[in-house]
């Protein structure tokens, strides 16, 4: 190795650049801007301005807070759902003409009034609600044309009563206590806001009406087809805003009983302000009562801060709308920004110097040498099936395969001409293995770790792990499950061939050659999953040993086959079994007389092998070139291996002619015959084969002659 | 050489004439220093209803003028029109703890509990011309109740026999202590004169666009309205457009600051009359409570004095140079 090949994979070893790329993916980068803006703004306030700080002020500050907060909070859940309101401010004014009207000039009980006054803001609510909603009105408009109408309804009724309210006196605790009562020290309404906005980040977050929220924001058409009521959830999040406006206005009842004509006034651009410096989206469907919180305590800051620095006449209306415009323009250029430099610096090749492939082609002695030995296959299902990662075979000889569709597909025996689809699962099946009771595991890329019963009923097994302590994705959540096989005592060993990207991305992770994949273990006593391997190059085929004291996994871009030691003296250890493959490992199955079977999907290139050891030239041509341009690792040709408990190789499968298998990623022995399946083949193959146990069996070889009843 | 001879001379001729001065000594004011010590390092804060109108700028200067000749800070706290604003900013003041609050209203509630709250924290507050319901120490304005009626028998001389007797009353903000007020005013003349029919009674919110679409709303109902009392000559002079676009011999009174453009539109027949409050003396009238509250060293909300201004009547008949002030000369 030379010095120059040393560096480089030190270097990419232990330079973590995947982390910019993840970084940027995390959803809490939304909050980037915010915090920061925050923190900058305190800093100055609490620097320019003597006594920001007091215990005093910053408690008055949290009392202002509560009013717009609960404004805020109420725009930031219609803005979720996609919708504005920007009747928030009449509202706020109706609330406080009404509690103050019902308080001063009708002397009704404190209580009473309150109740009637929300009550009020939630029919505001329903009214938009249900022009936006139900009649499908532009929210924008509407809102626009029920803030004027409101306005106008404050007006008159100011007119009738404005004088009797301000002459009107009330000499209640409970009003004094609602507009200027602290609980332990911290003012009432800021007190209510908290309360109001747990529970709201709790409905947002774990009920099904705040899902349903955030899918409609997310996408009308697809909530919609999705089953969710479009018009009542988004109805309800204006009835949520009404009522949250009434009681702010309530608030500022109490705390100012001033029935004065501008109350309110611009309060909605205000709300909106805070709502989008926070950090929600204009658009909807992204955004949190967190951050809602968060814009209004920055707004609330920069108000209280700008009228404490003494600015001149509309002076504040004017930071007001320019912080407004930034927000605008940091939700839309910001997330775009944030999203296309992520996707230029996710894919981050690592280096990867793979042992000399064995000579396949011009070395006729060497065991891989090519050979036609799978020309005269026989072809199940030609056309019916559209890439069968895996096949299996129950005692009775049916044949199972998982296809692209999200389909269990089974063949009958003994002819294998009926077809049927066994179980729908969803995602895309990739391994399967049969338990003890003749239920079919099967892992699904995209879904996790499934099971299908004899009845055929579909349940998950697992679809989480433990979350690894170091890592920025979120890699508690399985996103390519691959291939599983199961132990004596019903604990199943399974690959996740990435963690970083989706089953359609493969290509992506061979690029990058680095350690994504993974083997997670599944116990089915306790039902804890735990990731036993990490780091794994496209971990793929799991495979009992014989013995059953060791699994071997391979790892496709690592071109290997290793074993991973259950028990005895190198129990937790792993070790190489096969370290020099031609191509690239998937499946691995158990055969007759003590040895297994492996799948190469594609055999190895020496210009692909140079470029693994290339990262920087890899990065390059990742953003540089388009994607179907790409160097790709050659999936066209690969074969089937047959090899001993050492690793040594007994025999190679080749189809010369590149008719029916050319490229393999499953194969199983069953009574003699060796059935083949491939991810990107439309037929099942079938081949008789010498010099193995005529009635061995998969299911045999694992559960025992009688497993699950078997005919014989 | 020659230039140090001068200098020795011309210090020798200094000196004597500091001898002729020391022979005419004069008595010192024992009263004095501790005068200036009094004001030294003192805080006031003003919080208008909004700033960028004559009233608020004429009462800021005259006060700032007299803050920076004792030593005192003077700080505006502009909440401009937004009565959430202005209380956001007596709260915030209430923390600062300044030695005197100069608060302008917006009605007489909103502040209410608040002025109570910085009158306990210590803090002396002088309410000027729009009074709140909680009575402060001092309180200097206009005599509301006075200017109402004047305006009133204005409006009676106008629109007695021989007119329609209609007459509409635009109001600034009905809840604020001028109109409230003004209003209690107008109701004790019109009440006495069963041929005055009030038409209208509307409120303008200090807003001249307001207060023109109020009016010429109520002329298009009564073509044959004889006057308009208005409550604040900036605000009817969008009354004043209404009217004239009308071309209707309607007669506005009005009230206000007596700033020059009142005088200037009573010379033009815009305004039939204005009763003002001059706001020059309203200035001097709070720089003196100020300096009194202070200078009386009693705790905050004792005092509660009242000062109401005389009224000024700028009408044809009044008219003569110098009458009005002018907020031009304010930068001077």
Request: charged letters at 20%.
């Amino acid at each position: 190795m030379t010095i120059g090949e040393w560096a480089a994979r030190l270097r990419y070893r232990y330079v973590p650049d995947h982390v910019v790329g993840e970084v940027l993916g995390r959803r809490w980068m939304d909050n980037v801007i915010p915090v920061t803006l925050l923190i900058a703004l305190a800093i100055f306030l609490a620097t320019a301005i003597p006594n920001f700080t007091a215990v005093g002020n910053i408690s008055d500050i949290a009392r202002q807070i509560g009013e717009l907060g609960l404004i805020v909070v109420g725009l930031t859940i219609v803005m979720l759902a996609g919708g504005i309101d920007l009747s928030v401010g009449s509202n706020f004014a109706l609330a406080n003409v009404t509690a103050l009207t019902l308080i001063n000039v009708a002397q009704w009980p404190i209580e009473a009034a309150i109740a009637a006054t929300i009550g009020v803001g939630a029919l505001v609510g329903l009214v938009n609600g249900f022009l936006v909603g139900f009649l499908r009105l532009r929210a924008f408009l509407t809102t626009l044309v029920t803030l004027t109408l409101i306005r106008a309804v404050v007006d008159l009724l100011l007119e009738v009563y404005s004088v009797r309210i301000a002459t009107g006196t009330v000499d209640s605790s409970l009003w004094d206590f609602v507009g200027a009562g602290s609980i332990l020290g911290v003012p009432f309404s800021f007190v209510l806001l908290i309360v109001i906005a747990i529970a709201g980040h709790f409905v947002l977050t774990r009920l099904r009406v705040g899902w349903r929220i955030m899918a409609v924001g997310g996408s009308r058409r697809a909530a919609y087809n999705a089953g969710i009521s479009v018009p009542r959830t988004v109805c309800l999040t204006y009835v949520v805003s009404g009522i949250l406006s009434a009681l702010a206005g309530t608030l500022y009842a109490s705390r100012l009983s001033g029935a004065g004509p501008d109350t309110g006034i611009g309060l909605e651009l205000t709300a909106i302000t805070a709502a989008l410096i926070g950090g929600n989206s204009v658009g909807g469907g992204r955004g949190s009562v967190g951050k809602a919180l968060m814009g209004t305590i920055i707004v609330s800051l920069l108000m209280n801060g700008l009228v404490r620095l003494g600015l001149q006449n509309g002076a504040s209306s004017m930071v007001i709308g320019a912080v407004l415009l930034m927000a605008i323009a940091i939700d839309v250029r910001w997330t775009r920004w944030r999203q296309s430099l992520r996707a230029k610096v996710y894919v981050s090749p690592g280096y990867l110097a793979l042992p000399r492939a064995p000579l396949f082609v011009s070395d006729p002695s060497s065991p891989y040498a090519m050979n036609d030995r799978l020309r005269d296959v026989e072809v199940i299902g030609l056309g019916e099936v559209d890439g069968p990662e895996d096949v299996i075979l129950d005692p009775d000889g049916n044949l199972y395969c998982s296809v692209r569709q999200g389909d269990i597909v089974r063949f009958l025996a003994p002819d294998y001409v009926e077809r049927e689809v066994y179980a729908h699962v969803g995602g895309r099946p990739l391994g399967m293995a049969f338990d003890k009771d003749g239920g079919l595991v099967v892992c699904i890329g995209g879904m996790g770790l499934y099971r299908v019963d004899k009845l055929r009923k579909v349940q998950k097994i697992t679809a989480e792990t433990n979350r690894s302590r170091l890592s920025i994705i979120d890699d508690s959540r399985m996103r390519l499950a691959d291939d599983l096989d199961i132990a004596p005592d019903g604990k199943v060993y399974f690959s996740e061939a990435t963690i970083r990207y989706g089953f359609e991305e493969w290509v992506v992770d061979a690029l990058e050659g680095r350690g994504n994949g993974r083997i997670i273990r599944y116990d089915p006593t306790t039902g804890v999953t735990r990731t036993i391997l990490r780091n794994l190059l496209f971990a793929n085929g799991v495979c009992m040993a014989h013995d059953n004291k060791s699994f071997l996994f391979a790892e496709t871009w690592a071109c290997r086959i290793s074993r991973y030691w259950l028990e005895g003296l190198k129990e937790g250890t792993t070790e190489v079994v096969i370290a020099d493959l031609p191509g690239y490992p998937d499946n691995i199955n158990r055969g007759s007389r003590g040895t297994y079977w492996l799948g190469l999907a594609g055999t190895r290139t020496p210009s692909y092998d140079m470029a693994m050891t290339m990262p920087a030239f890899r990065r390059r041509m990742a953003r540089r070139v388009a994607g179907d341009e790409w160097l790709f690792p050659n999936v066209n040709v690969g074969c089937v291996v047959h090899f001993d408990e050492k690793g040594g190789v007994i025999e190679t499968l080749w189809d010369g002619s590149g008719d029916n298998h050319p490229a393999i990623t499953s194969m199983r022995e069953h009574r003699g015959y060796l059935y083949l399946g491939g991810v990107t083949n439309n037929r099942i193959g079938r081949i008789k084969l010498a010099d193995v146990d005529p009635d061995w069996t998969g299911p045999a070889s694992y559960w025992g002659e009688s497993c699950w009843g078997t005919r014989r | 050489m020659r230039k140090r001879q001068i200098a020795v001379a011309f210090g020798f001729a200094l000196s004597l004439t500091g001898m002729a001065h020391a022979v005419a000594a004069g008595i010192d004011d024992p009263r004095r220093a501790d005068y200036f010590k009094t004001f030294e390092g003192k805080t006031i804060a003003f919080v208008p209803v909004t700033m960028g109108i004559d009233l608020t700028e004429g009462w800021a200067a005259v006060m700032k003028k007299q803050a920076d000749r004792l030593g005192m800070k003077f700080e505006i706290r502009d909440p401009h029109f937004s009565a959430d604003a202005g209380a956001q900013a007596i709260t915030s003041l209430i923390a600062e703890k300044p030695d005197v609050l100069v608060v302008h209203n917006p009605d007489v509630q909103s502040y209410a509990k608040l002025l109570k709250r910085a009158e306990e924290a210590g803090i002396h507050v002088v309410q000027i011309n729009m009074r709140s319901n909680y009575n402060s120490d001092v309180y200097v304005g206009a005599d509301w109740i006075g200017i109402g009626e004047a305006e009133a028998q204005a409006i009676v001389d106008k629109c007695g026999a021989g007119t329609s007797g209609k007459v509409a009353i635009l109001q600034g903000q009905p809840t604020s202590g001028s109109d409230s007020g003004m209003m209690k005013g107008a109701d004790n003349v019109f009440s006495k004169h069963p041929e005055i029919k009030v038409v209208a009674n509307q409120a303008g919110e200090w807003d001249a666009t307001k207060a023109h679409s109020v009016i010429s709303t109520v002329i298009q109902q009564n073509p044959d309205l004889c006057g308009v009392v208005g409550f604040w000559d900036v605000m009817d002079l969008g009354a004043a457009a209404a009217i004239k676009e009308s071309g209707k011999p309607i007669a506005l009174v009005t009230s206000g600051g007596g700033e020059q453009m009142a005088c200037d539109n009573v010379e033009k027949g815009v305004f039939e009359k204005e009763i003002a409050y001059q706001v020059m003396d309203q200035g001097r009238d709070l720089n003196d409570m100020i300096v009194t509250v202070l200078e009386s060293g009693q705790q905050p909300g004792k005092l509660k004095a009242v000062v109401y201004s005389p009224q000024l009547v700028i009408s044809k008949d009044t008219l003569r140079p110098g009458l009005c002030w002018s907020s031009k000369d304010l930068k001077k």
